[in-house]
């Protein structure tokens, strides 16, 4: 039995929990170098590696730590492992694969230990930490060859096992939750949650499990062509605490489909938005107060259990949206008949 799933439950009965910001944008704003990535263990590498964010767990856990300390103060009740892309098939584009279980344990590790240096500052608001798993570099549903258009680049198995070997090492690393988010295709998600899932019985484990998905463009779909609705439907059996979106749209552009997946969901709600849309350089501009009067809308309309912020969101953004939070009653979940 996962020990925070009660106490993340209570909470969520009570109030809107607050999510961190992103990862990727608060390390930009260390400037790091190819060195940096190295550190002395990899310094002879023989690949380009400046880039491979998660691997900071290891030759720079100090800018981690450092930056879920900022999101911990900014007033953020659930912090997000550095290990989006700390799969095989991602780590694949580093020649990494063989790191994916060091990198996805090291880093609960590290949002563990700050997460219980900053609640035992105020014991009566606990902190917990999400394991975060993200979309992989390929999908499962669509061709990546316009001309074979039954061709795919990775099977379902293939995805079960690059999901299971970073779902056991998060863990064994000791997250409270876990969370499959920025999802695409949701045949993706299903080899996760079949994963996570599968694991659980193994392990006869009892951890939440949180859902996320993308609306892509304005045509308010996945990648995969699934409206809000439909996304929920096909992942509504699989066992989990919430479901929401995160990503892509800004929040004045995500509030039609988190006003539909709150209206048909029967399980807490999140949103984590980024920062408005990024700019011709590919940065994000919206400031913390624009970002939090938009979000607002969402909690006043009572549309969401968990809010939080994506690309672009500092921990200004979430300092402004978790002071938002604390005026509102979170959503309530409609009980089934």
């Known amino acids: 039995m996962n020990n925070s799933k009660a106490t993340i439950e209570k909470i969520l009965s009570e109030r809107i929990m607050v999510i961190d910001g992103a990862m990727g944008t608060m390390i930009q704003t260390y400037k790091l170098t190819e060195e940096d990535y190295r550190g002395e263990r990899f310094k002879d590498f023989p690949h380009s590696i400046k880039g491979n964010n998660d691997l900071l767990v290891l030759t720079r856990p100090d800018v981690v730590a450092a930056i879920h300390k900022e999101f911990l103060e900014a007033g953020a009740d659930i912090i997000e492992t550095n290990t989006f892309n700390a799969q095989a098939i991602s780590m694949a584009d580093y020649h990494m694969e063989d790191l994916v279980y060091e990198i996805n344990f090291e880093a609960a590790k590290i949002a563990k230990q700050v997460a219980a240096e900053v609640t035992a500052t105020n014991p009566d608001k606990p902190r917990f930490v999400a394991g975060a798993i993200g979309p992989t570099t390929k999908t499962a549903s669509l061709s990546p060859d316009v001309n074979n258009p039954g061709y795919r680049a990775v099977t379902f198995n293939d995805l079960v096992q690059a999901y299971s070997k970073q779902i056991n090492a998060l863990l064994d690393g000791g997250v409270d939750l876990l969370l499959v988010e920025t999802i695409f295709d949701t045949l993706n998600a299903k080899a996760a949650l079949f994963a996570v899932n599968t694991i659980k019985d193994e392990r006869n484990l009892d951890i939440p499990v949180m859902v996320s998905g993308t609306i892509t463009d304005a045509s308010g779909r996945t990648l995969?062509?699934?409206?809000?609705?439909?996304?929920?439907?096909?992942?509504?059996?699989?066992?989990?605490?919430?479901?929401?979106?995160?990503?892509?749209?800004?929040?004045?552009?995500?509030?039609?489909?988190?006003?539909?997946?709150?209206?048909?969901?029967?399980?807490?709600?999140?949103?984590?938005?980024?920062?408005?849309?990024?700019?011709?350089?590919?940065?994000?501009?919206?400031?913390?107060?624009?970002?939090?009067?938009?979000?607002?809308?969402?909690?006043?309309?009572?549309?969401v259990n968990m809010i939080g912020g994506c690309c672009g969101t500092t921990p200004a953004h979430i300092k402004a949206i978790a002071d938002k939070a604390k005026n509102y009653a979170p959503r309530e979940v409609p009980v089934l008949a």
């Not at 929040?251 to 949103?271: F, L, N």
């Open 224 to 303: 995969s062509g699934q409206t809000p609705e439909a996304f929920w439907n096909s992942l509504s059996h699989a066992n989990i605490i919430s479901i929401g979106l995160n990503c892509a749209l800004g929040a004045k552009d995500m509030i039609p489909h988190i006003s539909e997946i709150s209206r048909v969901a029967w399980v807490y709600t999140t949103a984590y938005p980024n920062a408005g849309l990024p700019n011709e350089f590919g940065q994000y501009d919206e400031s913390p107060e624009a970002m939090a009067n938009v979000v607002e809308k969402f909690m006043a309309e009572g549309w």
